[in-house]
C-alpha cells in the first residue's frame, strides 16, 4: 500500500536534486545574487541625502618666479619687496551633495590656507558653475597665508576654480577648512594626474576582474599539469566568489569615483 507513494517521493526529490545540480541553475543563481547586490547598492546609494563640500588642488603648479635666477630683478607687490619664489595654483570647491548649502548650514567660517602659512599675493575666481552662488573671497588675510570665503548658495556640483598667486615653491600645500551642518570635515579630492577626474570605475572593475581570472585560470593550468580532476563544485565556488568580488570591486569603485564638475584653466 505505501510502495507507490515512496516511489512517487523518491521521484520528486530525485527531480529536485538533478535540477539544482543543473549548471545553469548555479550560473543563473549567481547572476541573480549579484544583480540583487549590485540593485540594493544603487537603491540605497540614491536614497542618500546629505551636503559635500569638497575641494581639489589641481597637480600642476606653476612656478611664475624663482628667486636668486636673475640676481639684478626686483620684484614688488603693492608696494612691499617680494623676496623668494613666487608660483600659482588653483583649487576647484564645489557641493557634491544632494543637499544645497546655504550660509545657515556653515557652522564654522569657510577659508583656504596653505601648508606651511606662506604670504599670498593675490586670489581670484577663475571660473565659477553659476552666477547666482555669488562667491566672494576676503583679501584681509593674505599676510597670514589664508583666504576666507562665503557664498550664498551651493546646489549638487555648484561650485568655483579659484586661483591663487603666493610666496614659496610650487610644492606648497592647500587645504580648505570649516564645518558645514552634517559635515564637520570638507571633503579633498585627491586628482592623481593632470585630468579633471579619478580614473573610471569600470576601468577599475576590468582591472579587478583580470586579476580575478588570471587567477582561476592558473588553478585551471594546476590542474591540468598536474592531471587532476577539475572538481565542478569547486570551479563553481571560485567563480561566484569572483563574482562577489568583482561586484565589491565595482561598488568601491563607483563610491570613490568622483568627476569634478568644472575644468581647471
Known amino acids: 500500500m505505501d510502495i507507490q507513494p515512496t516511489a512517487n517521493k523518491e521521484k520528486i526529490t530525485s527531480k529536485i536534486k538533478n535540477f539544482f545540480?543543473?549548471?545553469?541553475?548555479?550560473?543563473?543563481?549567481s547572476i541573480c545574487t549579484i544583480l540583487g547586490f549590485i540593485l540594493a547598492f544603487y537603491?540605497?546609494?540614491?536614497?542618500?541625502?546629505?551636503?559635500?563640500?569638497?575641494?581639489?588642488?589641481?597637480?600642476?603648479?606653476?612656478?611664475?618666479?624663482?628667486?636668486?635666477?636673475?640676481?639684478?630683478l626686483r620684484v614688488s607687490y603693492k608696494g612691499k619687496n617680494i623676496d623668494g619664489d613666487i608660483s600659482i595654483a588653483q583649487i576647484e570647491i564645489w557641493n557634491?551633495?544632494?543637499?544645497?548649502?546655504?550660509?545657515?548650514?556653515?557652522?564654522?567660517?569657510?577659508?583656504?590656507?596653505?601648508?606651511?602659512?606662506?604670504?599670498?599675493?593675490?586670489?581670484s575666481i577663475r571660473k565659477k558653475s553659476r552666477d547666482i552662488i555669488d562667491l566672494k573671497l576676503d583679501d584681509r588675510y593674505y599676510d597670514k597665508g589664508y583666504v576666507p570665503f562665503n557664498f550664498k548658495i551651493m546646489e549638487k556640483n555648484d561650485g568655483a576654480v579659484i586661483q591663487l598667486i603666493y610666496v614659496g615653491k610650487d610644492d606648497v600645500e592647500f587645504k580648505v577648512q570649516g564645518i558645514i551642518e552634517?559635515?564637520?570635515?570638507?571633503?579633498?579630492?585627491?586628482?592623481?594626474?593632470?585630468?579633471?577626474k579619478k580614473a573610471s570605475p569600470i576601468l577599475e572593475f576590468l582591472g579587478m576582474l583580470f586579476i580575478e581570472f588570471f587567477i582561476f585560470a592558473?588553478?585551471?593550468?594546476?590542474?591540468?599539469?598536474?592531471?587532476?580532476?577539475?572538481?565542478?563544485?569547486?570551479?563553481?565556488?571560485?567563480?561566484?566568489?569572483?563574482?562577489?568580488?568583482?561586484?565589491?570591486?565595482?561598488?568601491?569603485?563607483?563610491?570613490?569615483?568622483?568627476q569634478i564638475p568644472l575644468n581647471f584653466e
Request: net charge positive; glycine share 6%.
Open 21 to 29: 545540480s543543473n549548471p545553469w541553475v548555479g550560473i543563473i543563481t
Open 43 to 72: 537603491f540605497y546609494y540614491s536614497s542618500i541625502s546629505n551636503r559635500e563640500l569638497s575641494y581639489a588642488v589641481y597637480p600642476l603648479k606653476v612656478s611664475a618666479l624663482k628667486s636668486g635666477q636673475v640676481s639684478d
Open 96 to 123: 557634491k551633495g544632494k543637499l544645497s548649502i546655504r550660509p545657515g548650514d556653515i557652522l564654522e567660517n569657510l577659508k583656504i590656507s596653505t601648508v606651511p602659512t606662506v604670504p599670498i599675493l593675490e586670489a
Open 182 to 196: 552634517g559635515q564637520p570635515t570638507l571633503k579633498s579630492i585627491e586628482l592623481t594626474n593632470r585630468s579633471n
Open 218 to 258: 592558473i588553478y585551471i593550468i594546476i590542474c591540468i599539469v598536474k592531471k587532476v580532476k577539475i572538481d565542478n563544485v569547486i570551479t563553481r565556488i571560485i567563480l561566484f566568489a569572483a563574482g562577489i568580488f568583482g561586484v565589491l570591486c565595482l561598488l568601491i569603485a563607483f563610491i570613490s569615483y568622483t
